[in-house]
């Protein structure tokens, strides 16, 4: 068990120095970021004396080992164009993110899981017909597509809920959160659904799946032979199995969540660490981009490192072949 | 058992609704004292020192914070600021009388020794408005209200860009350890760069970079208060679809800018409509004429972009009224200089040269190229309004003309590293913007057409590389000359030059297009800054 995890271990701080060796390539190709830090009538003597002062001028190698060091110690450097720690500035946003990330996850398994046993166990009926035909179109949508729409609609011809923004926040020591008015949790409701839409489908889809095997299988036959009433063999018996593989996904989605929540931040002018990526990247702003691609990579070794061991626990197949 | 999980969560959720509509409420009331105007812009408001970034959107923002010795009416008309009144003693000897009783937001009283502060400050290292004044200028203190500046050369337009050069409190700077200016690399300037304290109608709050930024009125401020806010609240929404939808939502009062293709969407809406006016940017193009052979081109052992007529072919060959028509929706002005109309009093005179292209078949058959020639086109696509599309429109008007260009249309990031000074000019043809920041031509001709080295020294900004000695020695005429009525001949001559050389082809001032709540009024100036300080919420 404990070979197995070290050799994981060293399989995650690999993952990660190949992201950091392959962001780093990357920015090469993704502009000059003096031109975004002055004006336009800088002599170009100050711009090469930027260059110098910033380190950019140093060979690429320098750089990355540079980065390498001080990312150890969780100093990312300062952003060129906030002139804030990059540290400070995700820690800053980092609030945004997660409570966009909570709710949107919230509500794919709130409405997912429901969906789903309604269309698994009345699969034939033109009510779940209706919700996998409306599914796949979620499922098919991109993001930023969802999003317009539902700021088109929701916001601009109805006038329900606020366009953009995390409406009024609320400081509780260095976190910010929207939970406690009302303003914020308006916000709150477009994004969430935009962000959760594709989760939501894919649970409910799980789900539905999940379901009609496992109502196929003998014990549910045979809990019906007892006599069992209809309730208690769906939600108890049916529906307590089909959950394992639904927590699991559930578990790696939430990193895709956060991962992935660019666009939707982008489309509703959210906050968080998505928009500061995306500013960056128009920016050229590399502190901020390699820290972000960074904590990112770190947020799915971590996931997986874990799931792994998990399975490990779980699964004594695994851990025998491990040990060959 | 998941049933029964949710049951602690839903009377959670309950307390959390509950708790928020206290919440709402307070801050409702809150809301409610007086007037705020809500406005989104496209890029952010970084750092707060005005010293820091050359640029005309924190510029004006910090306009509404800070003051200069001089300012600029709705017309741009230079009138007084924080100085009073100016007189030329002698040609290189200004003499400036600072307004009394003017006090900084932290109650400093505002004196000369603040002017000679901020004088060494924006010329200290660091700073990227060094060119604001001249480096080997003298400030001298007369009286706590009398500054007088002793030039080594005279200088006509000396405090042309003072409206834009922000006096800073001196004490005040050297209580925030703020003495420096923060420079573009300054590794680790910490909270002075997030704080400001100017004389302006308007106090800065709250400020999180790229997330909202809280103006509040200044109640001490010195002038005539004409607008009616209490307080301004700016956000940065980079993403055009969203931000118009903010403005139609009304969640915001005022967007700048609102794309071409959505100001229908706009005034159609009853509630808000698009206020649309010339910007001072020229957008031209130019041509590589440095290089003894262009990098993409099927003409081996010289270079064709040298041949005057050549570039006149060029220029003939672009229809400007289809780009205005087509591309930019009638939004654009057509110009016949690389300066605005408004920007120069004699560019009456001037005209574009016709769009014809049987002359410019000619023209390019004379040269040499029967058969036209191929080349390559740089173009930034995120940067001026509907850049790329304007230079897809010029390729297909150069097919006519059997000139084979092809596009290379990159966002203005990867764009500008490679045509400027760091890339190595690396372009045969390409499509740029510029405002002069003085408003005066002398900038237009060293920046653009003066002669540069490889490094950029003499013109940064000349890309193609253009050179007529006889350009230079008028510019440097201009730039000492103090007789108005002269001067102005000379840039016409230097103008002059240029248009009969065809160095540049300019296109278009582009417009600006902002869009409000109807019940906002607020002045747009054509050097899109947006000034707190004339809006009012009706």
């Not at chain 2, 010289?302 to 060959?317: C, E, H, L, S, T």
Request: proline share 5%; charged share 20%; net charge neutral.
């Amino acid at each position: 068990m404990l070979a197995f995890a070290i050799r994981r271990l060293i399989q995650a701080v690999t993952v990660m120095l190949v992201v950091a060796l392959i962001s780093f390539v990357m920015f090469r190709f993704v502009g000059d970021p003096v031109n975004q830090l002055v004006g336009v009538d800088t002599s170009p003597e100050e711009r090469e004396a930027l260059r110098q002062a910033l380190g950019l001028n140093d060979p690429m190698p320098a750089q990355l080992w540079r980065f390498i060091v001080n990312a150890a110690q969780f100093n990312f450097g300062i952003s060129y164009q906030f002139k804030q720690p990059v540290s400070d500035l995700i820690l800053s946003r980092l609030p945004a993110t997660l409570e966009l990330a909570f709710v949107s996850a919230f509500f794919a398994l709130a409405i997912g899981i429901p969906l789903g046993i309604y269309t698994g166990l009345r699969r034939n009926s033109w009510v779940s017909r209706t919700i996998l035909a409306v599914s796949l179109i979620g499922v098919s949508l991109p993001t930023f597509l969802i999003g317009i729409l539902l700021i088109f609609i929701v916001s601009v011809n109805l006038g329900w809920l606020p366009s953009f923004g995390r409406g009024e926040t609320v400081r509780i020591g260095s976190w910010t959160t929207g939970f406690l008015t009302k303003s914020g949790w308006m916000s709150l409701i477009l994004p969430s659904i935009t962000l959760g839409m594709f989760q939501m489908t894919l649970i409910m889809r799980l789900v539905r799946g999940e379901m009609l095997e496992v109502l196929r299988t003998d014990y549910i036959k045979f809990a019906r032979a007892r006599g069992l009433s209809a309730r208690a063999i769906n939600f108890g018996h049916a529906l307590k199995n089909t959950l394992v593989p639904v927590i699991t996904i559930t578990g790696l989605q939430v990193g895709a969540i956060i991962a992935f929540s660019i666009i939707t931040e982008t489309v509703f002018q959210w906050p968080g660490m998505g928009l500061l990526f995306l500013q960056a990247v128009q920016n050229v702003d590399i502190p901020i981009m390699a820290a972000y691609l960074m904590l990112i990579a770190f947020l799915f070794v971590m996931i997986n490192f874990i799931v792994d061991l998990l399975y490990v626990s779980v699964d004594p197949r695994i851990r025998i072949d491990g040990r060959a | 058992m998941t049933m029964g999980a949710t049951r602690p969560l839903r009377r959670w959720l309950g307390a959390a609704v509950l708790a928020a509509s206290v919440a709402a409420s307070a801050f409702g009331a809150h809301a409610q004292e007086g007037k705020t105007l809500r406005f989104a812009f496209q890029g952010t408001l970084n750092a707060l020192d005005p010293y820091t970034l050359n640029e005309t959107f924190s510029l004006g923002m910090f306009g509404n914070v800070f003051e200069g010795l001089t300012k600029r009416d709705k017309d741009l008309k230079i009138i007084p600021g924080l100085a009073e009144s100016w007189e030329t003693v002698d040609p290189l000897t200004w003499r400036f009388n600072l307004r009394k009783g003017v006090k900084f937001a932290n109650g400093n009283d505002f004196t000369a020794d603040d002017v000679i502060f901020s004088a060494e400050r924006v010329r200290a290292d660091g700073s990227d408005l060094r060119t604001r004044i001249p480096a080997d200028s003298e400030w001298i203190k007369i009286d706590d209200h009398t500054v007088e500046v002793k030039l080594k050369s005279p200088n006509p337009i000396l405090n042309y860009e003072w409206d834009t050069w922000y006096m800073m409190d001196k004490e005040w700077a050297e209580a925030e350890g703020a003495v420096n200016p923060i420079s573009a690399k300054d590794t680790n300037p910490g909270p002075r760069a997030f704080k400001a304290n100017g004389t302006g109608p308007f106090v800065i709050e709250s400020h999180e970079p790229g997330v909202k930024t809280v103006f509040k009125k200044n109640p001490a401020w010195w002038g005539t208060v004409e607008h009616n806010l209490d307080q301004a609240i700016f956000t940065p929404i980079s993403a055009d679809g969203t931000r118009v939808a903010a403005l139609l939502a009304g969640d915001v009062d005022l967007v700048d800018p609102v794309p071409v293709q959505d100001i229908p969407r706009v005034n159609g809406d009853p509630n808000t409509e698009a206020m649309v006016g010339p910007e001072l940017r020229v957008i031209h193009l130019g041509y590589n004429q440095i290089r003894d052979e262009l990098a993409t081109s099927d003409v081996k052992g010289k270079n064709p972009f040298r041949d005057a007529n050549v570039r006149k072919a060029i220029y003939q060959a672009i229809d400007i009224e289809a780009i205005k028509e087509r591309v930019m929706r009638g939004l654009s002005t057509p110009v016949p200089l690389l300066i605005a109309n408004e920007q120069f009093s004699m560019s009456g005179d001037f005209k574009r040269w016709p769009f014809d292209p049987e002359a410019s078949k000619k023209l390019l058959a004379d040269a040499g190229y029967p058969d036209g020639f191929s080349f390559t086109m740089d173009c930034p696509n995120d940067r001026y309004v509907n850049d790329e599309s304007i230079c897809q429109a010029a390729v297909s008007m150069l097919a006519k003309v059997n000139l084979k260009v092809t596009l290379n249309a990159q966002p203005k990031a990867q764009y500008f590293a490679k045509v400027l000074a760091p890339g190595g000019y690396d372009t045969d043809f390409y499509l740029l913007g510029w405002t002069p920041g003085s408003f005066d031509s002398w900038n237009v001709l060293t920046n653009l057409a003066g002669c540069r080295d490889a490094t950029g020294k003499g013109g940064p900004f000349n890309l193609g590389g253009y050179c007529n000695k006889d350009v230079d020695a008028l510019a440097a005429q201009i730039l000492v000359e103090s007789d108005i009525a002269k001067r102005d001949q000379l840039i016409k001559q230097a103008y002059t030059i240029l248009t009969e050389e065809t160095s540049h082809i300019p296109l278009h001032q582009q417009n600006l297009v902002w869009g409000k709540r109807k019940n906002i009024d607020i002045v747009q100036r054509p050097d899109n800054q947006i000034l707190l300080y004339w809006a009012k919420v009706n």
